[in-house]
């Protein structure tokens, strides 16, 4: 059996990035994303999730390029001279290893976002972090230990096999990111080991930014059985503080294109959030195989 989480990241960071979100899950496959509470349109999103209950919502924790959501004063070694949370991941995190205080400013800090997400009421389907860096070790143990107390049961491990990357496209130079890996398989390691559903495969990391139609439908078509997740940055367009180069527009047209909705009709196949598959009693929603289906249809 195939299970397949879709998600968006960086859900509130932009109007833009929200219109997505909803156009995504209303008229195509999206199932799922990740709010950045302390980002500049999380009401809005919040809001606009309220009136999707079948999104999946979980926390997008910022530790880096953001808003945090405690006072910079109380964040010392994780914020620039504006307050903001530091760019320089690697100082960043080599001072989050080797610093008691930057520890406990960081546990701070996150405690404050799930604290932020149990606020807005949504339940809290699983957890991320922003660029992924959760993979530093202290952060990921900070994560696990505070998301316990969060009803947390679901996060990404960002473990993608080349394997099928390969099936979809064909290219030369693709260097395995050896460091990464490894902090990933560690960080799987950590969350399985503390109860926390992780999925077998992610897929996202090679084409972040550039997930266009052929690449989803491919990945879709694809898939091997287990829980997998594939995640998107979809917007309508680029919004102040979007990644250059992001290919932003194509991403969301990608997830409401008829050909990913084909890929879906696949018997084996179900789409859902985090918390349809945690337990072997969990309900699971179909993928838009079950009769002739207008786009708007998709998902509920």
Same mark, same amino acid.
């Given at each position: 059996?195939?299970?397949?989480?879709?998600?968006?990241?960086?859900?509130?960071?932009?109007?833009?990035?929200?219109?997505?979100?909803?156009?995504?899950?209303?008229?195509?496959?999206?199932?799922?994303?990740?709010?950045?509470?302390?980002?500049?349109?999380?009401?809005?999103?919040? @809001?606009?999730?309220?009136?999707?209950?079948?999104? !999946?919502?979980?926390?997008?924790?910022?530790?880096?390029?953001?808003?945090?959501?405690?006072?910079?004063?109380?964040?010392?070694?994780?914020?620039?001279?504006?307050?903001?949370?530091?760019?320089?991941?690697?100082?960043?995190?080599?001072?989050?290893?080797?610093?008691?205080?930057?520890?406990?400013?960081?546990?701070?800090?996150?405690?404050?976002?799930?604290?932020?997400?149990?606020?807005?009421?949504?339940?809290?389907?699983?957890?991320?972090?922003?660029?992924?860096?959760?993979?530093?070790?202290?952060?990921? @143990?900070?994560?696990?230990?505070?998301?316990?107390?969060?009803?947390?049961?679901? +996060? !990404?491990?960002?473990?993608?096999?080349?394997?099928?990357?390969?099936?979809?496209?064909?290219?030369?130079?693709?260097?395995?990111?050896?460091?990464?890996? +490894?902090?990933?398989?560690?960080?799987?390691? !950590?969350?399985?080991? @503390?109860?926390?559903?992780?999925?077998?495969?992610?897929?996202?990391?090679?084409?972040?930014?550039?997930?266009?139609?052929?690449?989803?439908?491919?990945?879709?078509?694809?898939?091997?059985?287990?829980?997998?997740?594939?995640?998107?940055?979809?917007?309508?367009?680029?919004?102040?503080?979007? +990644?250059?180069?992001?290919?932003?527009?194509?991403?969301?047209?990608?997830?409401?294109?008829?050909?990913?909705? @084909?890929?879906?009709?696949?018997?084996?196949?179900?789409?859902?959030?985090?918390?349809?598959?945690?337990?072997?009693?969990?309900?699971?929603?179909?993928?838009?195989?079950?009769? +002739?289906?207008?786009?708007?249809?998709?998902?509920?």
């Amino acid at each position: 059996m195939k299970r397949l989480i879709v998600t968006a990241d960086d859900f509130g960071a932009a109007r833009e990035v929200n219109e997505a979100v909803e156009a995504a899950h209303r008229s195509g496959i999206l199932t799922a994303a990740s709010l950045m509470v302390s980002a500049p349109e999380a009401a809005d999103a919040v @809001a606009r999730a309220r009136r999707m209950p079948a999104l !999946r919502v979980g926390l997008h924790v910022v530790l880096v390029e953001g808003r945090p959501v405690l006072p910079a004063a109380r964040l010392t070694h994780l914020v620039d001279g504006n307050g903001m949370l530091r760019s320089d991941m690697a100082a960043l995190g080599a001072a989050i290893a080797f610093r008691g205080q930057a520890q406990a400013q960081v546990a701070a800090e996150i405690t404050a976002q799930f604290e932020a997400f149990r606020a807005t009421g949504l339940s809290l389907d699983h957890c991320n972090a922003h660029k992924h860096f959760h993979l530093h070790p202290v952060v990921g @143990a900070l994560i696990a230990s505070i998301g316990a107390r969060f009803g947390l049961r679901a +996060a !990404r491990a960002p473990i993608e096999p080349r394997r099928v990357l390969r099936r979809v496209e064909r290219q030369r130079g693709w260097a395995p990111a050896w460091l990464s890996g +490894a902090f990933a398989l560690l960080l799987r390691r !950590r969350l399985r080991a @503390a109860g926390i559903v992780v999925p077998d495969h992610v897929f996202g990391l090679r084409w972040s930014g550039q997930m266009t139609t052929q690449r989803l439908s491919g990945l879709i078509r694809n898939l091997p059985d287990g829980l997998s997740e594939i995640y998107l940055h979809p917007a309508t367009g680029p919004y102040p503080g979007s +990644a250059p180069g992001y290919r932003y527009r194509e991403e969301l047209d990608a997830l409401v294109a008829d050909e990913v909705a @084909a890929a879906c009709r696949d018997a084996s196949l179900r789409l859902g959030g985090f918390g349809d598959f945690l337990g072997s009693q969990a309900p699971s929603r179909p993928g838009p195989s079950h009769g +002739a289906m207008s786009k708007g249809s998709l998902l509920p």
